[in-house]
């Protein structure tokens, strides 16, 4: 299980509570306290809201907290 985890390489994304956990992302394009911007493989994904916060950054894996009110993929 933890091996599977250290290998995946696909896209993914949880959302828990006032929580989005991005797994294998390409970048962040821009954030700030109202919306973020990040690069996935094939698109763009943009989250609006309030109070948003990057809380966990790691080189595969985001954690941004806030009260979420738009998920787009574009």
Known sequence: MLRDYIYDTKF??????KSI??????????????????????????????DLTISKMLERELLIKGNIEYIEFR
Do not use: A, H
């Open 12 to 17: 993914q994304i949880y959302i828990i509570d």
């Open 21 to 50: 956990d991005i797994l294998n992302y390409v970048d962040i394009i821009s954030f700030d306290d109202n919306k973020i911007i990040i690069e996935c493989p094939n698109y763009n994904l943009i989250i609006k809201g309030i």
